[in-house]
């Protein structure tokens, strides 16, 4: 990736594009993707950093004491909260 490029991504915020574009590159090159492929592909990894990031500050906003998955909680202690629901 040349420099003039790596600039613009940067003075433009676009840090999720630049960490994936050299993989992109290469990914549209070998699949041959057209350029509106290409183009989705980035600004999908731009926004799934950005959305990433957003949701990490919130997060840490919350100051949870403890974070937990659903995977993590307790299905027993309220039987009526159905599983299948949530």
Avoid: C, Y
């Avoid at 549209?28 to 990433?52: I, K, P, Y």
């Amino acid at each position: 990736m040349n420099e003039a490029l790596q600039t613009a991504m940067r003075k433009l915020r676009l840090s999720g594009m630049s960490e994936t574009l050299e993989v992109r590159l290469q990914e549209a090159a070998g699949n041959r993707l057209s350029h509106v492929e290409f183009l989705e592909l980035v600004l999908q990894d731009e926004l799934t950093v950005r959305t990433d990031r957003l949701t990490s500050r919130r997060v840490k906003a919350a100051a949870f004491r403890e974070q937990k998955t659903l995977e993590d909680f307790d299905w027993q202690f309220n039987p009526s909260v159905k599983k299948r629901l949530i």
